[in-house]
């Protein structure tokens, strides 16, 4: 099983940037699509951004399209999230997994593995 580490969050002011690390385990880090999450106080868990195994494909939330960019390095186990022009908004801890790429398309996402600690944004007005 492919255990996730978070990190790289922090505060920052509106139209600021961050970029997040998922650090994976495991040998078949590779041969998952990977997907992040963020969870605002008293909201549910929403979808953010996913790829695909080869990098080759990627899909977002339509709150961050133009703004966040996932990218990964099969090479060092990592997927990362770049997210500029930072609002409010995008205050949450943020989560990674390993997802089905399909159902992300869909609409109906499917994650594959266990929810790490995740890394705490804050965006400050």
């Known amino acids: 099983q492919v255990q996730l580490v978070e990190s790289g969050g922090g505060l920052v002011q509106a139209g600021g940037s961050l970029r997040l690390s998922c650090a994976a385990s495991g040998r078949t880090f590779s041969s998952y699509a990977m997907g992040w999450f963020r969870q605002a106080p008293g909201k549910e868990r929403e979808f953010v951004a996913a790829i695909s195994w080869s990098g080759g494909r990627t899909h977002y939330a339509d709150s961050v399209k133009g703004r966040f960019t996932i990218s990964r390095d099969n090479a060092k186990n990592t997927v990362y999230l770049q997210m500029n022009s930072l609002k409010p908004e995008d205050t949450a801890v943020y989560y990674c997994?390993?997802?089905?790429?399909?159902?992300?398309?869909?609409?109906?996402?499917?994650?594959?593995?266990?929810w790490g600690q995740g890394t705490q944004v804050t965006v400050s007005s």
């Open positions: 997994n390993a997802v089905i790429f399909t159902t992300v398309v869909a609409g109906s996402v499917r994650t594959l593995g266990s």
